[in-house]
């Protein structure tokens, strides 16, 4: 049985919200797209939203609007997508990578100080000891957060801007002393979601940047668009004007009703499609839990003081297994089974070696990632399709 790594979860209600806009006339940014952001800023606990064409767009106009400028740094965990570092280095900034902890894949907040601390010695890459490190910007691997908490205190500490890497992280919290917080129910400056094809809901390609702060908001919409002092909806709709005024140098990020049309639906199935990926990392669990036992495999978790957004499934074999995790991606795909790697850390890509970067800069991650592979996972997942995949891996290890 050929399981793909993903399959996405549409239904009739997206279809005919998609065909409703298309016979509507208005295609671009509109009243779904409006309709979009509120519902979404609800669902989430935050105060406003903006929705933008990804969630690179997302941090990039979060950057923008806090004031990232070249010559600054911001401290990004290495164990993230190709983006998150990407945005830091549009504005001409520097991106200082930080190792992960080893159970989250999380930034780590000591290796954090410590490269503070190289850099005012004077011994980070080329860096000047007086470079200013002005924000932060934490991921959620896979869905698990990290404590915001701890992460908002060690900003405060050092006086710096957050930016939250919630790309798989919806819909997904923590718990603390003050009780459960959602990824974006105030968990930072900006926190930035992603509705890409694999996500826990999608609009096909499609972000957002949620945040407390009014100005913020304004900023980041101004920005999406141009720089532009209204959007087309509020020019062409009845009673709007014509003029605009071009007041910052902006992007083309914005969403359209299109793609909303497809969010709106998912939103509201959005816990449903947790759930449903939730019991397939139970099965999954099930179903590999003697390798666990047996130190062959190391599986996934779900704390008491977390809610997961499962959006990935990742297992890392043992340091000394028999086989390497490229040889059982080679296995599983011949078995027709699809798989993913998340991801090859940044400090290991050409780009940031070139800059100085070494594996030693990050030693947790340059060893993790070698050993992780993410396993298909989504809502529709069929029982007879994890456990073909499961023996499949079995088959690849054992």
């Given at each position: 049985m050929a399981v793909p790594y993903y399959r996405p979860d549409l239904r009739a209600e997206e279809i005919e919200e998609v065909c409703e806009t298309?016979?509507?006339?208005?295609?671009?940014?509109?009243?779904?797209?409006?309709?979009?952001?509120?519902?979404?800023?609800?669902?989430?606990?935050?105060?406003?939203?903006?929705?933008?064409?990804?969630?690179?767009?997302?941090?990039?106009?979060?950057?923008?609007?806090?004031?990232?400028?070249?010559?600054?740094?911001?401290?990004?965990?290495?164990?993230?997508?190709?983006?998150?570092?990407?945005?830091?280095?549009?504005?001409?900034?520097?991106?200082?990578?930080?190792?992960?902890?080893?159970?989250?894949?999380?930034?780590?907040?000591?290796?954090?100080?410590?490269?503070?601390e190289r850099l005012r010695e004077g011994a980070l890459l080329d860096l000047e000891p007086d470079t200013s490190v002005v924000g932060v910007m934490p991921v959620h691997v896979g869905g698990l957060m990290i404590d915001m908490t701890e992460l908002r205190e060690f900003a405060a500490e050092l006086d710096l801007w957050t930016i939250e890497d919630a790309?798989?992280?919806?819909?997904?919290?923590?718990?603390?002393?003050?009780?459960?917080?959602?990824?974006?129910?105030?968990?930072?400056?900006?926190?930035?979601?992603?509705?890409?094809?694999?996500?826990?809901?999608?609009?096909?390609?499609?972000?957002?940047?949620?945040?407390?702060?009014?100005?913020?908001?304004?900023?980041?919409?101004?920005?999406?668009?141009?720089?532009?002092?209204?959007?087309?909806?509020?020019?062409?709709?009845?009673?709007?004007?014509?003029?605009?005024?071009?007041?910052?140098?902006?992007?083309?990020?914005?969403?359209?009703?299109?793609?909303?049309?497809?969010?709106?639906?998912?939103?509201?199935?959005?816990?449903?499609?947790?759930e449903a990926r939730r019991e397939v990392a139970r099965r999954y669990d099930e179903l590999l839990i003697d390798l666990a036992r047996t130190g062959q495999l190391e599986l996934p978790s779900e704390p008491a003081d977390r809610r997961h957004a499962w959006h990935l499934y990742q297992v890392r074999l043992a340091p000394d297994a028999a086989v390497d995790r490229d040889d059982v991606i080679r296995r599983l795909g011949a078995a027709e089974i699809g798989t993913s790697v998340h991801w090859r850390p940044l400090h290991l890509h050409p780009l940031y070696e070139e800059a100085g970067w070494t594996p030693d800069d990050c030693p947790v991650a340059s060893e993790v990632w070698e050993r992780t592979l993410s396993l298909p996972i989504f809502p529709t997942m069929r029982d007879a399709e994890v456990r073909e995949v499961a023996a499949a891996l079995r088959a690849a290890i054992v």
């Open positions: 298309l016979r509507s006339g208005w295609l671009t940014t509109g009243p779904r797209v409006a309709r979009f952001e509120r519902e979404f800023a609800a669902a989430v606990g935050a105060e406003t939203a903006v929705a933008l064409n990804s969630a690179t767009a997302a941090m990039h106009v979060a950057t923008a609007a806090l004031g990232l400028r070249r010559g600054d740094a911001v401290l990004v965990p290495t164990m993230t997508f190709a983006a998150t570092a990407e945005v830091v280095l549009y504005a001409g900034a520097t991106p200082i990578l930080v190792d992960c902890d080893e159970r989250t894949l999380g930034i780590d907040l000591d290796d954090a100080r410590a490269k503070i790309a798989h992280a919806f819909p997904a919290s923590y718990r603390d002393a003050k009780g459960w917080h959602t990824a974006g129910q105030n968990t930072a400056s900006v926190s930035c979601f992603s509705f890409y094809a694999n996500k826990t809901i999608t609009t096909g390609e499609g972000g957002m940047a949620v945040t407390s702060r009014r100005d913020l908001a304004d900023r980041m919409r101004c920005l999406s668009l141009h720089g532009l002092s209204s959007d087309a909806w509020g020019r062409y709709r009845s009673g709007g004007s014509w003029d605009y005024r071009i007041v910052a140098a902006g992007f083309k990020y914005n969403l359209t009703d299109v793609a909303a049309a497809i969010g709106i639906h998912q939103l509201a199935r959005a816990e449903e499609m947790r």
